[in-house]
């Protein structure tokens, strides 16, 4: 059931889909959870390079919650400016889906490119114990 004031943070301008407040609290605590299993550590500068929308908001969101320095990057330069930005950023993780993106990382010191779906994963681990619901934690 929802809730009459939900507070909306962002609507998808592509999409028209609405990003909750509780929804981005949500993804974000997962994401900085991903990132964290990353190797992402206070002060490790993380590239993010998707277009403008609610990932990039959870990416960004998440990378901070990390501990980790948010670098931005427009998802339309082209790969030469790109590949300068990468590179200025001396980065080795970089959030991004978008294939120019991860050729313009080729020869920068990135070494882990994760996607807008790695960061969204409850279950990297086979037979990890699914998320625990508030009737799961009344059983104990």
Do not use: F, N
Not at 103 to 120: H, I, T
């Amino acid at each position: 059931m929802g809730c009459m004031d939900e507070r909306i943070v962002m609507v998808d301008s592509g999409t028209g889909l609405k990003l909750t407040e509780e929804q981005l609290d949500e993804r974000s605590a997962v994401a900085t959870v991903q990132l964290r299993r990353r190797g992402v550590r206070t002060g490790d500068t993380v590239l993010i390079c998707l277009p403008v929308g609610p990932d990039l908001l959870v990416a960004a969101d998440a990378v901070i919650a990390a501990g980790g320095v948010a670098w931005p990057v427009p998802a339309d330069l082209d790969e030469g400016s790109l590949r300068d930005r990468i590179r200025a950023s001396g980065a080795r993780v970089m959030i991004s889906d978008l294939p120019h993106a991860l050729d313009a990382a080729d020869e920068s010191r990135v070494r882990v490119v994760m996607s807008v779906a790695d960061l969204g994963e409850l279950h990297p681990y086979p037979g990890s114990r699914r998320v625990c619901a508030e009737s799961d934690r009344a059983e104990g």
